[in-house]
């Protein structure tokens, strides 16, 4: 897994960030990439990258601001145009099915792929492979939602030695006692798959929180997360401002990693008043409440492991 | 008068040239900026000129196709969030108020200005201060419109030795006579404007002419331009794709600067097919029909003279 922040300005692109736009690498896992957001230019940032639009299968979109959806038109036309052929699917809130048919039928853009739509709400849960993803209204004056993806555990290791012990030599019949629930071996009897498994692997948990207040509510969305990418649209200083606009600083990023127990922070949507100058300063704010913490500039990549 | 070139590209973005869209510098004739077509990451590129988004007061769209309009409501917000308060015209097919509109009222964006739509057919003609645009309707499968921007003639000098020769010395009186049809000066007489200039200088003419199939139709567009902006789409050998995709080739475009008696040929919309170094081969097919021609990269700038 990797993330790739392709947009971390907020509102208006500047020449040092563009508007909002994440993609999630999921190649290893499920070769696709996800994508949170496409705010304008977000194709043109792709082409700076190793990304590939035909892999992006599914978009997230938090909420219906110019700068979180005004990429989509062009890059599903694009994603198209460039030999782009699978389904495609969009979650967002309401509007965001009328906003893209809209602009696709009008500009009598014709895609070479289906796309379905959901609606998002409140407290829904997203089943997609090998991840479930919830979902969390946020405090922004519009609908905005948070996204909490979380991988399911992986099944432990083959205690091998236990194998052993039961006579069982290393060959394909450990490949066939890994994948089903049990086996049943001449002359050795029936080995059950949970007795010779170790522990599971505990799945990956990524929360993106964009476009808020803060608020202790978002805590359920944060809980233990690996990653907590959390929007800082201004600094320390500017926390009427943050709540006047409905977003959040620098130090309350931080206060809900650290009140959520998260492992890692990443703040982004940093709004363009801040030249390059100030990113170290923001940092900082953040880093007193919250070590683990990194501010993302556009193309920066983080692995999750 | 001075023409900026802010995307050259066609069909999708790529690392050398963006999609579709050119400003027309005004700013000395009328403190104004046109601009003509707004692709996606038009205001990405005005980013690094000195382009004044709120200078901007009338955009001219030539069709509804993506590469050409999906950058509209992108620039909308930033010029308002970024304090321009002006009223702007947008000239362009049917269809293109409701695009507008749709995505301003779904984002949630409510301008700090008011924008009036003009809804443009084959033949209208477009009055604009000290200008006039010619419509007309181009081939390009869906309707699409060329522009002819007509610069009315400006009034010659004033003839200062027929002035003298009536005994009129240099002073306020010369601007008098200037601004007015006639003035009358005690013990000298009646003094008719007409009689005392010199010829007047003819207004400069711009054609810009987008996504079409060739036709001598257009000659009425673009005759004796002092700049004829054509698309070329395709290089010489590639003629019949030209055709079956409503666009236009190197040689066509060169055609009908020759045909059309123009002064300059400006050649954009190149397919993304042909890198850096197929510049030089699109350019010399051109110049070996229209020598005086020029092919536009994304920030090229022509001064009209």
């Not at 290893?28 to 496409?38: A, G, P, R, T, V």
């Not at 998260?262 to 923001?282: G, V």
């Amino acid at each position: 897994m990797e993330l790739i922040f392709l947009g971390t300005g907020a509102g208006v692109p500047s020449k040092e960030r563009n508007v909002s736009a994440i993609a999630l690498s999921l190649l290893q896992e499920q070769n696709s990439i996800w994508l949170f957001d496409c705010g304008e230019a977000t194709q043109h940032q792709i082409l700076h990258t190793s990304l590939k639009p035909r892999k992006i299968n599914k978009i997230f979109i938090t909420h219906m601001h110019g700068d979180h959806i005004y990429g989509l038109p062009g890059f599903l036309s694009s994603r198209s145009f460039q030999g782009g052929d699978t389904p495609l699917t969009i979650y967002g809130p309401k509007g965001l099915k009328q906003y893209v048919e809209t602009s696709l039928a009008l500009s009598e853009t014709h895609l070479a792929y289906a796309i379905s739509f959901v609606e998002v709400t409140d407290q829904m849960v997203i089943e997609a492979g090998q991840f479930q993803v919830f979902v969390q209204l946020l405090e922004h004056g519009i609908p905005c939602f948070g996204y909490r993806v979380v991988e399911k555990d992986k099944p432990g290791e083959l205690l091998v030695n236990k194998l052993k012990d039961r006579g069982i030599e290393p060959g394909p019949i450990y490949q066939e006692i890994k994948e089903n629930d049990h086996v049943t071996i001449p002359h050795i009897g029936t080995i059950y798959r949970k007795d010779v498994l170790g522990e599971p692997n505990r799945g990956k948990i990524i929360s993106l929180i964009g476009d808020t207040r803060f608020s202790k509510d978002h805590i359920r969305l944060a809980q233990n997360a690996d990653i907590l990418i959390h929007e800082a649209t201004f600094g320390k200083d500017k926390q009427n401002l943050a709540h006047r606009y409905f977003h959040s600083t620098t130090l309350e990023a931080a206060q809900l990693a650290s009140e959520s127990n998260c492992k890692h922070l990443i703040l982004t949507h940093i709004s363009s008043r801040y030249q390059q100058e100030a990113n170290e300063q923001l940092l900082q704010e953040a880093r007193e409440i919250f070590p683990n913490t990194e501010l993302a500039n556009d193309f920066s990549r983080f692995t999750i492991t």
